[in-house]
């Protein structure tokens, strides 16, 4: 499992760290902080390839951090392998070849990693099926890692070559399905955990011909309403669920067949990094989402012990709320990137039972002032002045405000008992 990260001259800090949790690890603040680059260290840290593009260190402007050399920029980390020994490394850029310093060695990953981006792309990285650098790889047609865009998680990977590395979810599932054997039933078994109620469970449908032009059999869901809708017209939020729940069972499923093959044993560890998980998801999902996620893990390992990490970004309340029931501070962490004095830091928030998802909108993890509109925000800020101001400004200034709160306050906002019983007394004093 990944354990700690810890930046220099790299990022929108000058130096940045963290020490991750071994089971939840959620990422909050504001958009361009710096949440998804952290996720692409971690998957870079894990795996030695890049999701996207890779991370360049800015030119000037940073202080050397003490202890390292002139304009040195530098990741460390450490993790636990699969045996529980801990261990550190490093990684220097070198300037003069636009590359990160890398040892030939066997990635830091000890299991399955898995990289849901917020752009519908995906990234997995298999120990039994990617190449890395000091194996022996001039007879075996072996990826560094499998990098989906959001067409090749649907028709395959790679889009141009007829050997594919992966056929996609259309071909995939409908194999699958006719097939009716462990695939499917671990699919199936994803699809139930990933549901948004026990009343809309997401039920694969019959195989269904969409289009004279493709001779594919698409994969349909059943709705709640009676109707099965094949999977590439459903919602985006149905789309980003099913996808995720195909590349887990595709992942698994392929990572099996290969240690088999090898004569190994199945990976023991799965680690997820999703950026905004809550990404097209309903509230009712929102909800759900986290929970759902380590649920699937028994899903798919019903035949052994996995264990899971997942390192997730979100700006959604709904999410952190979701935790309160099994939030645990030995194996779970909320972390925060806040703008202060113009510069970015990263600190872990105290996970504290809030309550109501307004509580968490006023939160450091969230950060904003009031849980209401923008304008009403502006207006109520006028109300709290005038009810803080020594002696009681006149009884004038009081209905002008009242008349701009009547414009954006909600009809049931609590402030009203307190603002309207003040101003009745006012009245009836006049």
Known sequence: MLESLHLKNVGPAPEMEI??????????????????????????????????MPAVPPRQGWKTPRGTERGTSVIQYGYRNGSGKPHEGESLFNRAEQSWSSKPAHPVAPGLVIYARSDGGFSVWDPARNAWKDRDTRNLDL?????????????????DRPNKLCNGLILDWGNWQRENGEAFAQLVAVLQALSSSPDERLQPGKLTRIDVADARDHPTLKTAYGQEVPLVLASAGVRRIAALAYLLVWT???????????????????????????????????RRIVKALLEVIKALASTG????????????????????????????????????????????????????????????AIGLHQPRSLEAEQVLGKALALLRKTPTPPIREFEEVDRELRGVLGDIDPFWVRWSYLLEEMRGGA
């Open 19 to 52: 020490h991750f949790r071994p089971r939840i690890n959620l990422l909050t603040g504001d958009n361009g902080l710096g949440k998804t680059f952290l996720l692409d260290i971690a998957w870079w840290v894990l795996t030695r390839t890049w999701a996207g």
């Open 143 to 159: 990826p560094s890692a499998f990098h989906f865009g959001a067409r090749e998680v649907w028709d395959g990977l790679p889009l």
């Open 252 to 286: 698994w499923e392929e990572h099996r067949r290969a240690a088999a093959i090898r004569g190994v044993e199945p990976a023991s560890e799965i680690l997820f990094l999703v950026d905004e998980i809550e990404n097209h998801l309903h509230p009712r999902w929102q």
């Open 305 to 364: 012990t996995v264990s899971i990490q997942l390192v997730a970004t979100t700006h959604s309340p709904l999410i952190l709320v979701s935790m309160e029931t099994f939030f645990d501070s030995r194996k779970d962490a909320l972390w925060g990137l806040d703008l202060v004095d113009r510069k970015v830091e990263l600190q872990e928030i105290p996970y504290i039972r809030r309550g109501v998802v307004d509580n968490w909108l006023t939160s450091p």
